[in-house]
């Protein structure tokens, strides 16, 4: 079994930053890739940005520029530092880890809200 925690989520005013931190622990042998997740209600679930293994990076158009993923694989902990935040990031965001020979598992989410 794997488990991710996430932290970090809350409310800020819009210009502000917040930093998510997810931690995976586990039967874990080796993970592939980490990344993160958003959801706003009545919407599918997006990608923010993702970090492989060898330190490929993606991020969606929309948090370019603003928002940061880093990993620390010895740890087993995933990062995304977002700064100005705007209200269009308000959203759920969920911690993602892809597991060699297990597959993908989530966090159960954290509340970011941001207000005008």
């Known amino acids: 079994q794997v488990q991710l925690v996430e932290s970090g989520g809350g409310l800020v005013q819009s210009g502000g930053s917040l930093r998510l931190s997810c931690a995976a622990s586990?039967?874990?042998?080796?993970?592939?890739?980490m990344g993160w997740y958003r959801q706003v209600p009545g919407k599918e679930r997006e990608l923010v940005a993702a970090?492989?293994?060898?330190?490929?990076?993606n991020y969606a158009d929309l948090v370019k520029e603003r928002f940061t993923i880093s990993s620390d694989n010895a740890k087993k902990m995933v990062y995304l530092q977002m700064n100005n935040l705007k209200p269009e990031d308000t959203a759920v965001y969920y911690c993602n880890v892809r597991v060699r020979g297990l597959g993908d598992y989530w966090g159960q989410g954290t509340q970011v809200t941001v207000s005008s």
């Open positions: 970090i492989s293994r060898g330190g490929t990076i």
């Open positions: 586990g039967t874990i042998t080796s993970i592939d890739a």
